[in-house]
């Protein structure tokens, strides 16, 4: 298992941008697929980018494409998630997720074994 710490939430008005970041205790080549998942309050929580590791292949909600990029830094075993035209209905909790095994991944439906504690993003109209 590693840890995982996400950072960059905050507060921004619709249009604008933040950077998520997500740095695991570990080596990120060790994690077969990385990703991100929210939950706003009342709601499911929802993946909305999914990166393998080694491969480069990406996956990302409808939601969201075209506004989010996931991305990884493997020098810094840190992996991001750039939230561009943030709308109103991108505010929820963002959390981190990661799972060694292959077969725990499988685009938007994969089963991460390892979260991390959530970072808020509120964006207001």
């Known amino acids: 298992q590693v840890q995982l710490m996400e950072s960059g939430g905050g507060s921004v008005q619709a249009g604008g941008s933040l950077r998520l970041s997500c740095a695991a205790s570990?080596?990120?080549?060790?994690?077969?697929?990385m990703g991100w998942f929210r939950q706003a309050p009342g709601k499911e929580r929802e993946g909305v980018a999914i990166?393998?590791?080694?491969?480069?292949?990406?996956y990302y909600a409808d939601s969201v494409k075209g506004r989010f990029t996931i991305s990884q830094d493997n020098a810094k075993n840190t992996l991001y998630l750039q939230m561009n035209s943030l709308k109103p209905e991108d505010t929820a909790m963002y959390y981190c997720?990661?799972?060694?095994?292959?077969?725990?991944?499988?685009?938007?439906?994969?089963?991460?074994?390892?979260w991390g504690q959530g970072t808020q993003v509120t964006v207001s109209s």
């Open positions: 997720a990661s799972a060694a095994e292959p077969f725990r991944c499988a685009g938007l439906a994969s089963r991460f074994t390892d």
């Open positions: 570990g080596y990120m080549y060790s994690r077969f697929c």
């Open positions: 990166l393998y590791t080694s491969a480069g292949i990406r």
